[in-house]
């Protein structure tokens, strides 16, 4: 029974009628969410994340499968799931622009029920907590992009949801203003133990930075799932490291090196790497290990034969890597066929 | 939040609602709703040119026209009347009507269909918020009116007046919360029919003239239109006399305007209903691309 989940779907569609045909935005899409776990669905425009948020939020039916959030269903128990959730989207331009920022988020609070005492305790609250102090009393029509993504942010937060949906909520944002909403994204994390984070996002350091687990979504359908650390993993079977020694090893060479046990390949990378001996004060060495472990006896190796390891770094393929391995192409060729404008 | 309580410690306690408590979360957005119209008229004075000046012009120029031609003095209240009146329409068809369209586009509209309230609640607050707006509006086109052209009233029972208004109010305001949900399901076509239709509502509905002198036309019109039934009725009140007598008596008016207020509101609800299901089925309402 997925009751204890925050967020279950199993065999989510949604179609929705448009000429000259119907345009599947998703397409089976089975999740599970534990509660007090940030997850993140990473995918290019039309991929199906916002349709699949607007499901679960409770303003789309599925064309068929089912939903359910805290354990209730989104088609039919819409009342009880508004009660433990909020929304905030990128570039949301949400309220009125002649109320100022405080009595915005006050607004907002009675919309979702809070007794005006604690309404207002909330609104100073979040006004601390998101950064806002300052423009408490301005009017929200003068304030910043960056700024009223944060007001939209707090507002996200007036009711404690149980379950928060950020949809694409660093979209059009500056670098400062995006690392202070992912800032205050994380404070909520430690603040709020038990609390669930669905994130859509087609920023890989947001997902990353963000997320515990994420799933990777195109045209419908999730292709993977998993940490980010296991999504990598599908793409890459080996363990690379790039490691620096002082010298080769006096004895064998680099042959000594990659004929080691778990040792796949190694490959050297330095300036010298044609070995007529010009500018090698340091070698440079790419390695392909069968896994981590194997890396301890190609250090002792090398100490057994006079060399020093002055670098080490391990080489890790990025999400996006992953993607284009998943997809077949990257996030800026992403296919901007009929899901596009379904997002 | 949990209205005093200890906070709730599962999501399942979190949406755990007694009747109560969903009672005073409406009725907390229903304020949360009418705060930014009330506060709107402190914030924007330009209305105090746009709203009250420049349709002050028409009344005028029936003043004028009455004046001329010789009619009875009571004529001039009633155009001042029908002007203080003429506002609470405007304001339903061009605000209330038009509101869920706007705020659709702003994404106001998805954050009211996910946050924990009845749409009826957010259409209350919009009412009770045009209604204190438009009020003060209609008030500063009775003394304007009243001191440039010398009008005198005849109020033999205030409270019933006040009684006549408030019950106006509410058909006038329920088809305003009808007109929100259809506006928004026709788009641009409903500010089409609403141009098209606002000088016949003009004309039949009494702003200018006592409907009586529209004969059988008028009978069916009383059946209608809540400006025209609460227009008939409140000239009664205010100038009694034979110039102002009107198609029914103020009793029986009083009685069809209650029953309009119940047919409208009840329509709303289910118009807001229809919406919010053609909404989740078909997305068109709450997508801003759509």
Redesign the interface.
Same mark, same amino acid.
């Given at each position: 029974m997925p009751d204890e989940l925050?967020i279950h779907a199993r065999g989510v569609t949604r179609v929705? =009628?448009a000429k000259p045909h119907p345009v599947t935005a998703l397409d089976g899409v089975d999740l599970d969410v534990e509660?007090g776990e940030y997850f993140g669905l990473l995918g290019p425009n039309g991929a199906g994340k916002t349709t699949l948020i607007?499901i679960l939020?409770?303003?789309?039916?599925p064309t068929s499968g089912t939903a359910r959030?805290? %354990?209730?269903d989104v088609v039919h128990e819409t009342?009880?799931? +508004? +009660? !433990?959730?909020? /929304?905030v989207?990128g570039g949301? *331009?949400? %309220?009125?622009g002649?109320?100022t920022v405080r009595?915005q988020l006050? /607004?907002?609070?009675?919309?979702? %029920?809070?007794? *005006?005492r604690?309404?207002w305790r909330?609104v100073d609250e979040l006004i601390e907590v998101t950064g806002l102090a300052e423009q408490r009393d301005q =009017?929200v029509r003068t304030l910043s992009t960056g700024q009223r993504q944060k007001l939209n942010f707090a507002?996200g937060l007036l009711?404690?949801p149980? !379950?928060l949906f950020l949809d694409e909520p660093t979209l059009g944002l500056d670098v400062a203003a995006a690392r202070d909403l992912r800032e205050h994204t994380l404070s909520w994390k430690a603040g709020a133990p038990g609390r669930t984070l669905l994130l859509t996002t087609h920023y890989m350091v947001e997902a990353e930075q963000l997320c515990d687990r994420i799933a990777i979504v195109d045209r419908g359908r999730i292709l993977a799932l998993g940490t980010p650390a296991e999504l990598r993993r599908r793409v890459q079977a080996e363990s690379i490291f790039r490691i620096e020694l002082d010298r080769l090893p006096e004895v064998g060479g680099l042959e000594t090196i990659a004929g080691l046990p778990g040792v796949l390949s190694a490959v050297r990378t330095d300036d010298d790497a044609d070995g007529d001996g010009a500018g090698a004060d340091r070698v440079a060495l790419k390695l392909a290990l069968a896994d981590d472990s194997a890396l301890t006896s190609v250090v002792t190796a090398v100490a057994d034969r006079g060399s020093h390891l002055v670098g080490l770094a391990k080489s890790e393929p990025s999400l996006e890597d992953v993607f284009v391995e998943l997809v077949g192409r990257g996030f800026g060729d992403s296919d901007e066929g009929d899901g596009t404008?379904l997002s | 939040m949990t209205d005093g309580a200890r906070p709730p410690r599962t999501p399942r306690e979190a949406a755990n609602w007694s009747r109560d408590r969903v009672i005073r979360a409406n009725l907390r957005a229903v304020v949360g709703r009418a705060y930014p119209r009330i506060i709107g008229l402190t914030r924007e004075p330009s209305w105090i040119f746009f709203e009250i000046l420049l349709p002050f012009l028409a009344v005028s120029a029936f003043v004028f026209v009455y004046r001329a031609l010789g009619a009875p003095e009571e004529f001039v209240g009633f155009v001042v009347v029908g002007g203080a009146m003429t506002a609470f329409w405007l304001n339903v068809v061009w605000m209330m009507a038009a509101q869920f369209y706007w705020e659709k586009d702003q994404g106001n509209l998805e954050l009211y269909f996910t946050a924990p309230m009845h749409l009826m609640s957010v259409l209350a607050g919009m009412a009770i918020g045009g209604l204190v707006m438009t009020s003060s509006r209609a008030l500063a086109v009775i003394v304007i009116g009243s001191v440039l052209y010398g009008v005198s009233y005849r109020i033999e029972d205030p409270l019933l007046l006040v009684g006549v208004f408030l019950l106006t109010m509410v058909p006038l305001y329920g088809l305003g919360m009808l007109f929100a949900s259809l506006f928004l399901l026709w788009g641009r076509e409903a500010f089409h029919l609403a141009q098209l239709l606002q000088e016949p509502i003009y004309f039949l509905g009494g702003v200018n003239f006592p409907i009586r002198h529209l004969g059988l036309v008028a009978g069916l019109v009383v059946a209608t239109l809540p400006l025209a039934v609460g227009l008939d009725a409140m000239r009664q009140l205010i100038f009694p006399g034979e110039a102002s007598e009107g198609v029914l008596p103020v009793g029986t008016e009083m009685l069809i305007l209650a029953a309009m207020g119940v047919a409208f509101l009840l329509a709303a609800r289910l118009a807001l209903g229809y919406l919010e299901t053609l909404a989740r089925r078909e997305g068109r309402l709450t997508l801003r691309w759509q």
């Open positions: 925050a929705y =009628k509660p607007k939020t409770t303003l789309l039916l959030i805290a %354990g209730f009342a009880k799931i +508004r +009660r !433990v959730i909020n /929304m989207a949301e *331009q949400s %309220g009125y002649l109320l009595e006050w /607004m907002f609070s009675q919309f979702y %029920g809070l007794p *005006q604690d309404g909330k =009017k507002r009711n404690d149980w !379950v404008a | -």
